[in-house]
């Protein structure tokens, strides 16, 4: 069991634990996620990990209420605890594994919206411990589902926070943001990193292919079982399939296609869409990653 020492909500529908799991403290990187079990009856519940601490052996993990299962997962109090709690799962974010120096000389803006503040964040953060300060961008509908501001604060170079509704700082989308920073700032980016919904990181990806930045998306939306068994997080990206729990869930945003992306994820809430997508997918349906034996 793997208790919990930590629950909070952080605005409507959202919530934070902070949960014991030494294991998976003690192994993850930033851009991976865990999966999650409740009890013997529960859904598997894929979550990328928005906080680690090695020494205290504890995974932090934000979630938002969208089914039966989140939602008796929000119930759970301080000193519950879940069956399972598998991690880490999927590739770790692609700077992890580059040269520090050369990585030092890059400027990354990282963009977040809504609950993708919370895969944001450990990745800022541990820019910020190499000693590299990267600008980010957080949007959300209105001022009171703004996530981790003091905890990005405490990282980023420099935070920039706006609401569609202009409840709290800018007014806008995170894109007319970027496009401030670029063209009237005069910021030059050499990657930029988006994370957040599906519409969200399309048309950011829309707009720095047209500034000429390449850009890092995290396809944690689409995911439900973790392991590319189901099919759900099949997606294309440039030309070939990928499946973003076992192949991400970063990707180059550039070369994916979220027009095909955002209609399976529709689709897939159904079971008659899963049977058509099945039908229509073949053996590429799931397993077609070739990495997870689901085509066995």
Request: proline share 3%; hydrophobic share 40%.
């Amino acid at each position: 069991m793997y208790k919990i020492l930590k629950a909070e909500k952080l605005a409507e529908k959202i919530y934070l634990m902070d949960v014991e799991a030494p294991r998976v403290a003690s192994h993850c990187q930033p851009g991976q996620f865990i999966i999650a079990k409740i009890d013997e009856v529960g859904e598997r519940i894929p979550l990328t990990i928005c906080d680690y601490n090695r020494e205290a052996g504890t995974i932090t993990i934000v979630f938002q209420i969208v089914g039966a299962s989140t939602e008796r997962m929000a119930m759970l109090q301080t000193g519950d605890a879940f069956m399972d709690f598998v991690g880490p799962l999927g590739c770790a974010s692609e700077f992890v594994k580059e040269d520090l120096e050369e990585l030092k000389n890059k400027k990354f803006l990282f963009v977040a919206g809504g609950v993708g503040a919370a895969p944001v964040y450990p990745q800022v953060k541990w820019m910020h411990e190499h000693g590299i300060a990267v600008d980010v961008i957080v949007g959300s509908k209105t001022k009171d589902l703004i996530l981790l501001e003091e905890e990005m604060k405490a990282v980023a170079g420099n935070l920039y926070i706006t609401t569609d509704d202009g409840s709290y700082q800018r007014k806008g989308m995170v894109t007319e943001v970027i496009k401030d920073l670029v063209v009237n700032d005069g910021k030059n980016y050499d990657v930029c990193v988006a994370i957040g919904p599906m519409i969200m990181m399309k048309f950011v990806c829309l707009l720095t292919k047209d500034l000429g930045i390449p850009t890092i998306v995290s396809m944690n939306p689409i995911m439900v079982d973790g392991t590319g068994m189901c099919g759900a997080c099949r997606l294309t990206v440039g030309g070939k399939v990928k499946f973003a729990c076992v192949d991400g869930p970063e990707f180059d945003g550039h070369l994916v296609n979220f027009d095909e992306a955002m209609k399976r994820q529709q689709m897939y809430k159904t079971e008659e869409g899963r049977a058509i997508l099945r039908l229509h997918e073949g053996d590429t349906h799931h397993g077609g990653c070739g990495q997870c034996g689901g085509d066995e």
